[in-house]
């Protein structure tokens, strides 16, 4: 029988193999990830501390109980926080140390009361289990709210959920006859259980936050594949990937797209006079600004230096001319005090999807960018079609 045959303190000795390994990938990735993604110190700590708590543990009746229960079990919960801390970090929170160090010191001073005075090994269990429920809760509230939301996620998820179920099910089991003789490495079938998924529980969180990590990593790479990096608008390679189907769309449907291009006046001026840093602030002011006058379908790219072109789904000339001097004119009067005063001139271009209108997306940028051009010689600050 299973039982019978695997030794309660292989799964230890596993669990504490599986916890630096994973440690090590853990280590790894905090050195090569870029600073914004948080938490994998933390949790490759804390994968070392539950693994050292499981070899500390394997070593009952070869080493003193205060390193065997003692030490292993604030080893063991002290981790089991750091993966809390690790996955607050994760979220740019700012972790909270009093509250929960003194909460897993009382449970220590208990553990130890149990151990040398009561000597209760089923009050040790009660203890530690409502403690791994406590903890594994948090862990799971704050795995299901990590983003990007996806397969790391609700994988990670799915092991803290795992945790909490394993330590109720180990609760309800108490009353049934443990071997004061041995402790921990009684052989019941319910010990055996235990300790296997807590072998298991060590991988499965590692590679969920592992998971999470790099899908954190993908979203950031294809977020600075498609954006430009000073403004967060799409640049052109993403433009125009995205304008293609816009207007495959629109010939189709034989629907209206409307295309502005902007250019801010005078722009080399205000770096002459500034300097380039106030003349990055201005197109980022720009850019909010103009964003903020845009729908949801609406494209706004940076094309280069002050130029933005803008990509206006389902907008016939009237209305596309509309959204055009609602943007020149917050520029215009709703200036940022903080800023120098700045406008911008706006050519507009609309294909309606019909014979002798522009070829392509293509094209249609080009009768906007001529459009602009009419505007800057028509004295700026103004709006041509």
């Known amino acids: 029988m299973l039982t019978e045959i695997v030794d309660p303190r292989t799964f230890l000795l596993v669990a504490n193999l599986l916890g630096m390994f994973c440690a090590l990938v853990l280590w790894v990735q905090a050195r090569s990830f870029p600073d914004d993604i948080n938490g994998l110190g933390d949790w490759a700590l804390a994968v070392v501390l539950i693994g050292s708590a499981s070899g500390l543990a394997s070593m009952r009746g070869i080493f003193a109980d205060v390193f065997s229960i003692v030490v292993a079990s604030t080893a063991l919960l002290l981790g089991q926080y750091l993966l809390i801390v690790g996955l607050q970090r994760y979220a740019g929170q700012e972790p909270r140390w009093r509250p929960a160090l003194d909460g897993i010191g009382a449970v220590v001073i208990l553990i130890v009361w149990l151990t040398y005075g009561s000597h209760s090994y089923q009050g040790r269990i009660f203890i530690m289990s409502l403690a791994h429920m406590g903890l594994f809760s948090i862990g799971a509230v704050l795995a299901w709210r990590a983003k990007p939301t996806g397969i790391g996620s609700r994988f990670l998820t799915a092991f803290f959920v795992l945790g909490v179920l394993v330590a109720v099910w180990r609760l309800t089991t108490l009353t049934v006859a443990v071997d004061q003789s041995d402790e921990i490495f009684d052989r019941n079938l319910i010990q055996q259980v235990y300790l296997g998924m807590f072998s298991l529980g060590v991988l ?179 709006v041509e079609a």
Not at 268 to 276: L, M
Not at 316 to 322: M, N, P, Q, S, V
């Open 204 to 382: 499965g969180l590692s590679v969920g936050f592992i998971l999470l990590t790099n899908e954190r990593l993908r979203a950031e790479l294809e977020f600075m594949a498609t954006r430009d990096p000073m403004t967060g608008a799409l640049n052109r390679r993403a433009f125009f990937a995205q304008a293609e189907v816009e207007w495959a769309r629109s010939m189709r449907a034989r629907r209206p797209l409307a295309t502005i291009a902007s250019d801010i006046d005078f722009f080399k001026k205000v770096n002459d006079t500034y300097g380039h840093h106030v003349g990055d602030l201005v197109i980022k002011d720009f850019t909010s600004r103009a964003a903020q006058m845009l729908r949801l379908p609406d494209v706004l790219a940076r094309f280069g230096g002050e130029e933005f072109v803008i990509l206006l789904p389902d907008t016939g000339l009237a209305e596309a001319r509309k959204v055009a001097e609602r943007i020149r004119g917050e520029i215009e009067i709703h200036r940022n005090k903080e800023l120098p005063a700045y406008t911008v001139s706006i050519g507009l271009s609309v294909a309606q999807g019909e014979a002798g209108q522009a070829a392509d997306i293509e094209a249609l940028i080009a009768e906007a960018d001529a459009a602009l051009y009419r505007a800057k010689q028509g004295g700026r600050n103004r």
